[in-house]
């Protein structure tokens, strides 16, 4: 999870950076993220390149995924080649609100929260801050990731909101480990 406007050059510092984090971690968790900005494609990309699984959560409507805003595209398309597993999650992904409620059931599911964020308070586009506040109300620890120079883009008119995303999950089980469970 975090700022999702950073610049080319402080988002490829940032990759690297959770490489480095992700590496030093001892549990072998599977690194979850949110799909569709270009903070969820580096994320990913470092979650494999420490050889950890990959979880990738898609908005839902109902059953089937919902229809993400255009900017998010090919973010979520980079992403989701590197899943190892996709899972829905009910939440409109234009909805700014939405979208730091579905962050707010990821954090209650997670054992550690690797935050992309300079420290700034939330200012209504970006809830970073407060979702590094809600994690760190409820016990999850919180590893800050923001390497020195990093740079965030100005403010850019879109239609749907910036997510933060990345995540960690706590204790992780698919769908598919359970079933092999029940049938041995």
């Known amino acids: 999870m975090g700022h999702a406007d950073l610049a080319p050059d ?8 959770l490489l480095v984090r992700l590496e030093r971690l001892g549990d072998p968790a599977p690194g979850l993220v949110r799909g569709g900005s270009a903070l969820s494609a580096a994320f990913g990309r ?3 390149a420490s050889g950890r699984r990959l979880v990738v959560l898609l908005p839902a409507r109902g059953a089937v995924p919902a229809v993400l805003p255009p900017a998010d595209l090919e973010p979520a398309r980079a992403v989701l080649a590197l899943a190892d597993e996709v899972r829905l999650l009910a939440y409109a992904p234009d909805s700014r609100d939405a979208c730091v409620g579905a962050d707010e059931v990821l954090i209650t599911q997670s054992s550690r929260l690797l935050a992309v964020w300079d420290g700034s308070p939330t200012d209504g586009r970006d809830a970073t801050a407060h979702l590094v506040a809600y994690a760190r109300a409820r016990g999850v620890p919180v590893d800050v990731v923001w390497p020195v120079p990093a740079i965030r ?3 850019r008119h879109e239609t749907g909101p910036r997510r933060p995303t ?3 999950p706590s204790p992780f089980v698919s769908r598919k480990s359970r079933d092999d469970q029940r049938s041995s």
């Open 10 to 17: 402080t988002l490829r510092a940032v990759e690297r950076e």
């Open 46 to 48: 470092a979650v494999r």
């Open 166 to 168: 990345a995540l960690f």
């Open 153 to 155: 883009e100005p403010i």
